[in-house]
């Protein structure tokens, strides 16, 4: 007796299953590739047709209907696997279908020379008309060779409904198990909606391997290569059927070919270009596709590295806030009737405090997209006293707050610096030292000398007792506004404070 446990109660062979068409017996596991969410099992009816049930644990979260529905209703296309029954058992969702000669993975594997080129277009089209005759009404999210099979001499799609199954019942932070890293969109990967050109793209993977004999990306870094990098020229097929893939396999969907429009496009492909005009055209249309390729990688790559950016600055500011909040709490126990500011807008401080003439003002956070210095800084801000003095007596200073890694490489913390005039004097708002953003200094960190140089090292705050760095700017405050504010002395320091 062979027996398989998937979490739920075992399947065993000689087990009966009541599913809602019929009862079914189960013959052994079925050797096919299933997924790592599912178990298949070679099964026979009443009157002894063989079928194969594919069975999915229930799980907390998703519906039968995620699974069913769109296995059913994908079930009534051409080109499409039946589905002969479905139902529950002992902690299963099953979906019965007839037995297939072979999957398409198993097909390419038994051509190891490479599947002849009408073969490959003969699959191909086979499975654009189930796009086309599906069109956006369902996305099945997981296309692959594993899930194209033969049955009944054409190739159909199988698996309807598995994949946002799988999504459903797994962790947000898991839910990459909902789909497989080679074939997946780029629009997967981010988790964004799917569509029926989600599926045009795997299929574009699929062609792309059965022509070349090798996929459009590699792996191991899936993701990067899907949503970044430009799939390798190909060298074999027809210059319509590499154009088609190559326009499959764009990063925006709405630059993918629409689902309905692969098969025709495939036909024209099995005839190559003859005509001297019409290949120069040609020749054209792939140096444009491989251009919004190109874009499209470009822009896929820009806008994740500002969305990392945006995480990093926002850990940075939770970091940084507790200090801010910290000089605050001291301000309003003074008991000095000192005044806050309520200032409105994206470039709102923090706070900005008053007593008599004396400003003390936090600088909020601000991401640092780019700065040409010998270490990265990911986000900046700036903390201020002005003792709103007269022009003949000193006003005051501001500090920069950087979150970088300026003494060892990958390890970011905050740190406190702060900038003077070579030449002697103070910048244009008479303060000194003053802050900068770290693109406007690159001066100061350079080997040659400059009009700006490091007033106040860059030194590490003490996130976890930020005392001296809280009483610091207090008392300097204290001092604005009791008319005693004089030019701070700079920190001891050894030959060079950053690496």
């Known amino acids: 007796m062979i027996a398989e446990r998937a979490g739920c109660a075992d399947i065993v062979s ?6 809602d ?15 790592a969410f599912a178990k298949l099992y070679l099964v026979t009816s009443a009157n002894g047709d063989e079928a194969v049930a594919k069975c999915m644990p229930v799980k907390p979260g998703a519906q039968r209907e995620l699974l069913f529905s769109e296995s059913i209703q994908a079930a009534g296309y051409a080109n499409v696997m039946p589905v002969v029954d479905f139902g529950e058992h002992e902690g299963y969702y099953v979906v019965v279908m007839p037995r297939a000669e072979m999957s398409l993975k198993q097909y390419v594997e038994r051509h190891p020379a490479g599947v002849p080129l009408e073969n490959s277009l003969a699959v191909l089209d086979d499975v654009a008309a189930a796009l086309a005759q599906i069109n956006d009404k369902i996305v099945h999210r997981d296309i692959k060779p ?8 054409s190739w159909k799609l199988a698996d309807f409904g598995v994949s946002r199954y799988v999504e459903a019942a797994t962790a947000t932070e898991t839910r990459r198990a909902s789909f497989t890293h080679a074939y997946a969109a780029p629009e997967q990967w981010r988790h964004e909606t799917t569509s029926g050109r989600t599926d045009v793209y795997s299929f574009g993977v699929m062609a792309y391997e059965l022509i070349e004999r090798r996929r459009p990306f590699q792996g191991p870094q899936f993701r990067e290569e899907h949503l970044h990098e430009i799939p390798p020229e190909m060298d074999s097929g027809t210059p319509k059927l590499r154009q088609l893939i190559r326009e499959c396999l764009l990063k925006d969907p709405a630059t993918r070919p629409a689902p309905d429009s692969l098969q025709n496009r495939l036909r024209a492909a099995e005839i190559d270009i003859a005509k001297h005009g019409t290949a120069k055209l040609a020749v054209l249309r792939a140096r444009r596709t491989a251009q919004i390729s190109a874009e499209q990688a470009r822009d896929a790559a820009e806008r994740d590295a500002k969305e990392r950016l945006e995480s990093i600055v926002e850990d940075a500011a939770a970091l940084l806030n507790p200090i801010a909040r910290a000089i605050r709490a001291e301000l309003v126990g003074a008991g000095l009737g000192i005044m806050f500011d309520t200032v409105l807008g994206n470039a709102a401080p923090i706070f900005r405090a008053k007593y008599e003439r004396a400003l003390l003002e936090f600088d909020r956070v601000d991401p640092v997209e780019s700065a040409q210095l010998p270490f990265t800084v990911h986000a900046y801000a700036s903390i201020t006293v002005d003792a709103g003095t007269s022009a003949n007596q000193y006003r005051g200073l501001s500090h920069s707050l950087w979150f970088c890694d300026a003494q060892e490489q990958g390890r970011f913390a905050w740190y406190e610096l702060a900038f003077r005039s070579s030449t002697g004097g103070p910048d244009r708002s008479r303060l000194e ?9 690159e001066q100061a960190f350079a080997q040659a000398a400059g009009d700006i140089e490091l007033a106040w090292p860059p030194t590490e705050l003490a996130l976890a007792d930020p005392n001296e760095f809280v009483q610091r700017w207090i008392g300097w405050f204290a001092d ?4 005693n504010l004089a030019r701070p002395s700079t920190p001891a320091t050894g030959p060079r404070p950053f690496r």
């Open 433 to 441: 030292p003053f802050s900068r953003p770290p693109w406007s200094v």
């Open 480 to 483: 604005a506004a009791d008319g």
């Open 21 to 35: 068409q019929g009862t079914w017996d189960v013959v052994a596991p079925f050797d096919a590739d299933a997924g």
């Open 146 to 153: 594993a899930n194209v099979l033969l049955h009944e001499g």
């Open 14 to 19: 000689g087990m009966g299953m009541t599913l």
